[in-house]
């Protein structure tokens, strides 16, 4: 089958990229003829206060990626289209609504001829604006199909659609990291770690109210606002001895270091569809202390390699801690490194096979 993927791909950073990287390159492998679809200029800044671009790639770059379309310049979604209408299937990877415009002129320059799904990571977000809602039901109105990762999220397509959608795990699409220069040795470090971009449904100030006494915590990620009214709380719960800030990006080669640093990731969100954290933590040999939100639950095993929290619930989440430092060690000890080919298989078969 000749599949055109579009979507953010290096220079871009992050998981939407890096999924996007590793579907092409997975595809590929199963034998499909591919193209991948980039982009050069991807959002307007002020709805990205994040960093967008890395110098340095996150994994294998794609070979022959084309990075041409750009939100400043529609003629260019309907030239692109236009080229998309020789492949039998094209996916759109839709990260954020604000890409719905520019997939409307790809559609229209595609014109019909190629089949076309929406691949979304989130049908709505977790922080919605006015515009969302409308910009995607225009999209799931008008692809023959969609991809999601959630049955909460297929309910949420098929509210806003009229094409067929399949739900299928989300399967990783982790950086290139590597491990700490020492390894990780035994015992407790009483340090847990807060990792990923800190955004408000992330609960974040969950986790600060919720530290017991005694345990560290390091967070390390970009604040899409906020960094102040942090460093306020910490002030005012009088755990700056025992919160490390270390506010930005983080590059891959670092990320070992952290997990290796910890005793516990901890995923305070307050919602969620699908994440990439858990398998991080996981292949790092690291447990997880989260909440019951999205795929949190199935993703790890209650009690064996992690514990699970009320969302929002700060005597809730404190409790789990409380509880994993009873027996941190063993908790560690039943962390196991996830099979991730047979998760890629069937994402496969979903977006390529009968279902869509």
Same mark, same amino acid.
């Given at each position: 089958?000749?599949?055109?993927?579009?979507?953010?791909?290096?220079?871009?950073?992050?998981?939407?990229?890096?999924?996007?990287?590793?579907?092409?390159?997975?595809?590929?492998?199963?034998?499909? $003829?591919?193209?991948?679809?980039?982009?050069?200029?991807?959002?307007? *800044?002020?709805?990205?206060?994040?960093?967008?671009?890395? =110098?340095?790639?996150?994994?294998?770059?794609?070979?022959?990626?084309?990075? $041409?379309?750009?939100?400043?310049?529609?003629?260019?979604?309907?030239?692109?289209?236009?080229?998309?209408?020789?492949? =039998? %299937?094209?996916?759109?990877?839709?990260?954020?609504?604000?890409?719905?415009?520019?997939?409307?002129?790809?559609?229209?320059?595609?014109?019909?001829?190629?089949?076309?799904?929406?691949?979304?990571?989130?049908?709505?977000?977790?922080?919605?604006?006015?515009?969302?809602?409308?910009?995607?039901? +225009?999209?799931?109105?008008?692809?023959?199909?969609?991809?999601?990762?959630?049955?909460?999220?297929?309910?949420? +397509?098929?509210?806003?659609?009229? +094409?067929?959608?399949?739900?299928?795990?989300?399967?990783?699409?982790?950086?290139?990291?590597?491990?700490?220069?020492?390894?990780?040795?035994? *015992?407790?470090?009483?340090?847990?770690?807060?990792?990923?971009?800190?955004?408000?449904?992330?609960?974040?100030?969950?986790?600060?109210?919720?530290?017991?006494?005694?345990?560290?915590?390091?967070?390390?990620?970009?604040?899409?606002?906020?960094? =102040?009214?942090?460093?306020?709380?910490?002030? $005012?719960?009088?755990?700056?001895?025992?919160?490390?800030?270390?506010?930005?990006?983080?590059?891959?080669?670092?990320?070992?270091?952290?997990?290796?640093?910890?005793?516990?990731?901890?995923?305070?969100?307050?919602? +969620?569809?699908?994440?990439?954290?858990?398998?991080?933590?996981?292949?790092?040999?690291?447990?997880?202390?989260?909440?019951?939100? *999205?795929?949190?639950?199935?993703? %790890?095993?209650?009690?064996?390699?992690?514990?699970?929290?009320?969302?929002? =619930?700060?005597?809730?989440?404190?409790?789990?801690?409380?509880?994993?430092?009873? $027996?941190?060690?063993?908790?560690?000890?039943?962390?196991?490194?996830?099979?991730?080919?047979?998760?890629?298989?069937?994402?496969?078969?979903?977006?390529?096979?009968?279902?869509?």
């Amino acid at each position: 089958m000749r599949i055109a993927l579009v979507g953010p791909a290096f220079p871009y950073k992050g998981g939407g990229a890096q999924h996007t990287t590793e579907l092409a390159h997975r595809l590929r492998a199963a034998g499909h $003829e591919v193209a991948l679809e980039s982009w050069k200029a991807q959002y307007p *800044g002020f709805l990205y206060p994040g960093q967008q671009t890395i =110098d340095v790639p996150e994994g294998e770059v794609f070979p022959g990626t084309r990075r $041409e379309l750009s939100w400043r310049r529609p003629d260019g979604w309907l030239r692109v289209g236009r080229r998309l209408r020789s492949y =039998d %299937l094209v996916v759109f990877a839709v990260l954020s609504s604000v890409q719905v415009p520019a997939y409307l002129g790809l559609l229209r320059g595609i014109g019909g001829a190629a089949r076309t799904v929406a691949l979304c990571h989130n049908v709505l977000p977790h922080e919605p604006k006015p515009y969302d809602r409308p910009l995607m039901r +225009a999209l799931l109105r008008r692809v023959d199909g969609a991809l999601v990762h959630s049955p909460q999220q297929e309910e949420l +397509a098929r509210l806003l659609g009229t +094409a067929p959608v399949s739900v299928a795990d989300l399967p990783a699409h982790l950086p290139a990291t590597r491990p700490a220069e020492e390894p990780v040795g035994s *015992g407790a470090r009483g340090r847990l770690l807060f990792f990923g971009i800190v955004r408000p449904y992330k609960g974040l100030d969950v986790l600060l109210r919720a530290l017991p006494d005694g345990v560290g915590l390091t967070v390390a990620g970009e604040f899409w606002g906020g960094l =102040d009214d942090t460093r306020a709380l910490v002030a $005012e719960l009088g755990l700056r001895e025992r919160v490390e800030l270390l506010p930005g990006y983080v590059p891959a080669e670092r990320i070992g270091g952290l997990f290796a640093a910890c005793d516990a990731l901890v995923l305070p969100y307050r919602s +969620a569809t699908a994440s990439q954290n858990v398998l991080m933590a996981f292949e790092h040999g690291v447990p997880v202390i989260a909440t019951r939100v *999205g795929g949190f639950p199935s993703q %790890l095993r209650e009690g064996v390699d992690g514990l699970l929290a009320d969302p929002g =619930d700060v005597v809730s989440l404190r409790e789990a801690i409380v509880r994993f430092y009873r $027996e941190p060690e063993r908790f560690r000890a039943q962390v196991r490194r996830p099979d991730h080919g047979p998760v890629w298989d069937a994402y496969l078969l979903a977006l390529t096979g009968a279902g869509l």
